[in-house]
């Protein structure tokens, strides 16, 4: 299930504020989104036990993300789960971190017309809703 930009229930149904999110994306809510999914794939285990743990401690509104990369187990794991990736990213080409980079700006593009899209239909659902229930064209004559 994916829950809203700024929402995502821990196990006691407690939901974390993305303000935290925002201030590390520098107020770009697409990548603000994309870092909640990623701390999401950790959630469900991907990273490891610890990363397990951190991710849902910060989805839960626990602990802060710049609070859980100073709790030593955590960054331990995360530099471990970092080392494959920067062993590869070290030995592509020139082309090969192009175009990986270009695809990151893609989904990044994609992320933020959805939210384009989002953010339009709700407008336009509630502009909608008001103009039938203002009273207006209503007459007892």
Do not use: C
């Amino acid at each position: 299930m994916r829950y809203p930009l700024d929402s995502a229930p821990d196990s006691s149904g407690k939901r974390v504020d993305d303000s935290e999110f925002l201030e590390m994306t520098q107020q770009d809510p697409a990548q603000a989104k994309i870092l909640r999914q990623s701390l999401e794939h950790l959630a469900s285990g991907l990273g490891g036990d610890a990363l397990k743990e951190m991710a849902q401690e910060v989805l839960s509104g626990r602990m802060g993300l710049r609070e859980a990369a100073n709790v030593s187990a955590y960054a331990e794991q995360a530099a471990e789960q970092a080392t494959p990736l920067a062993e590869k990213w070290a030995s592509m080409s020139d082309r090969e971190r192009d175009a990986l980079a270009a695809e990151g700006e893609r989904r990044l593009a994609e992320e933020r017309q959805k939210l384009d899209d989002e953010r339009r239909a709700e407008s336009e659902n509630r502009s909608g809703a008001k103009g039938r229930h203002d009273g207006r064209g209503w007459s007892l004559y």
